[in-house]
């Protein structure tokens, strides 16, 4: 973050030596862009379990309402109860151990185990454990892969407003009110903030730290999951390019899977519109509106305005009122 409050716009050459070139195959930006990787072992999932409540249990984890902060205590003990009991040297070691990710529901497998070990009574009420487990993921305890996070709704449920509110609250409230003011509907707002959190969930840090590859993965994710169309929206990439890479990134994600595509530049110089005053509007234009457009529909814009462009004195009559204005 810089002191004026604007989110920091980090170049992305450290994963690619220079700004992608046009024609570049998906391949080919693909090793430029990797994904990070997700290791074993890192400060805050290493730490002790009193360190762990120590830091969860207090600012900014904590709540002022005693009620919830005495749910959210419960659901972490609970938590870090359970997973105590599974071999590993630090807690995600031992959330992979626990086969969580491989359950249907991996409260099922904590209320067998804890059952078969005397921990609960037949009809106790849940420990809370969503909540839990929410709260050691937003802190960086734990880190669960993208297909789990994409496929257990309930992981992830509240996630994008506990990251907002615990890791990188400046940067999720700069891209909520970009989203508020483009032509962006809610549902594909939140959708897009909840692909973030998703992100930063399995791959640590704050939203400065999400790069190019992470997102390839993550729709790469979805499509391998199933899950619907409309969940691959690229809402989320472009609003990371505008505001935490800049124009060092690929213009599309789509790019990713294709022989590389045009920039809306290239898009809106194939009608050869010789009045640049005309042809850098429109330029402009495509680009507020890439950031709510698939690619399709982003090309489709450019072949209206284009071809409109190309109309027999229509140029003339749009610039007709500042030649007047001039004196022109």
Known sequence: MTGSGQLLAPSVVSDAAAAPAVGQTGAQLMAAFPARGVGLSWPSTCDDRSAVLA???????????PDSQRIRRTGVLAVLGWLADFPGGNWQQRWQASGAEAAADWRDLFFGEAAGRGR???????????????????ADVIRPGLDWLLRFAPARRALTNEMARTRDSKAFADLNQACLEGPIGLQAAQQALTRIAIIMAAKGGPVSAVRVGDCVELLATVTGTGLQTNTRSPLFYQLLRQFVWGEDAPAAIEMFSGNGQPTCEQLIDRYKIDCRP????LVDYLRERQMAMDFSSLQRTAYLLGKLCQAPGLVEGLLDPFHRFDGG
């Open 55 to 65: 830091r969860v249990l207090a600012a900014p984890f904590s709540l002022e309402n």
């Open 278 to 281: 005309v042809r850098d509007v």
């Open 120 to 138: 609960t009574a037949p009809g106790a009420p849940a420990p809370h454990l969503s909540i839990g487990l929410m709260v050691l993921i937003c």
